[in-house]
């Protein structure tokens, strides 16, 4: 015999089969719920990665409608007609000054030499006009050519001057001018002649607003100082009498 306290009751095989089969529906089921949370989750972010930018839209078109005729067409209102009640204060009404078209007639490269050596940098020469009496005329270096475009436009742009016009738009009257080593010569033209020129004096003549004129470079060909030679020659003009004769 066995003893008392090494006696141990088997449970039947019924009982056995029954829980493992327990088991394997616990299992089942287990797997089963969470395939189903999982699709739950997954549909769930589906949906509000749709549904948020339709929330927005609707939420942009909501306060579009809201703010009435204050939107138009990407430009808030408001702010222009606050520009335009600060422009009336300043008594200021439409454009502010005329509006100037820019030609680079040089850039030459220059060499400034100091104590360590030698610094490089760009020279421009830039001519500006409206085409209708006012033009210009700057000379600015910078160590960018850019750099020294823009200064030597500003430059131009504050040093411009006005030129008379006649109803032909053409000149006056015929103007010979030497500066230094450049001498040009400009006659007026009979319409539809166009301008008959070249370099520099052909582009201050149209920036200037002329459309018949007959230009000539009889000296240097240099840029620099044949447009230097037609701004003082331009400048020789007396606005006043021609005004009191009634040439312009």
Not at 46 to 71: E, F, H, S, W
Not at 119 to 146: H, P, T, Y
Not at 220 to 245: C, G, H, P, S
Request: aromatic letters at 4%; charged letters at 20%; one cysteine or more.
């Amino acid at each position: 015999g066995l003893s008392h306290g090494c006696f141990r009751p088997t449970p039947p095989e019924g009982m056995a089969v029954t829980r493992r089969i327990a088991l394997n529906l616990s299992s089942a089921l287990n797997i089963v719920l969470a395939s189903l949370l999982f699709g739950m989750i997954v549909s769930g972010l589906r949906t509000n990665y749709v549904a948020a930018p339709l929330a927005a839209q609707r939420m942009t078109g909501n306060i579009a409608g809201r703010m009435g005729g204050l939107v138009r067409g990407g430009t808030n209102v408001w702010a222009e007609e606050k520009g335009n009640q600060q422009d009336r204060r300043r008594g200021q009404r439409g454009p502010r000054g005329p509006k100037f078209e820019e030609k680079v007639l040089q850039v030459r490269r220059i060499t400034k030499v100091v104590k360590g050596g030698k610094n490089m940098g760009f020279r421009a020469l830039v001519a500006v006009g409206d085409k209708n009496g006012k033009v210009g005329l700057g000379c600015a270096s910078a160590k960018e050519v850019m750099v020294a475009v823009e200064k030597a436009a500003m430059e131009a742009k504050k040093t411009a001057i006005t030129v008379p016009i006649t109803k032909d738009y053409t000149l006056p009257h015929r103007l010979d001018l030497e500066w230094g080593a450049a001498s040009v010569l400009m006659k007026p033209a009979s319409v539809g002649t166009g301008i008959i020129a070249g370099g520099a004096v052909r582009t201050m003549l149209e920036l200037a607003g002329y459309q018949n004129a007959r230009g000539k470079q009889l000296g240097t060909d240099n840029a620099l100082n044949n447009a230097k030679a037609v701004m003082e020659a331009f400048k020789t003009f007396q606005v006043d009498k021609m005004k009191e004769i009634g040439m312009i």
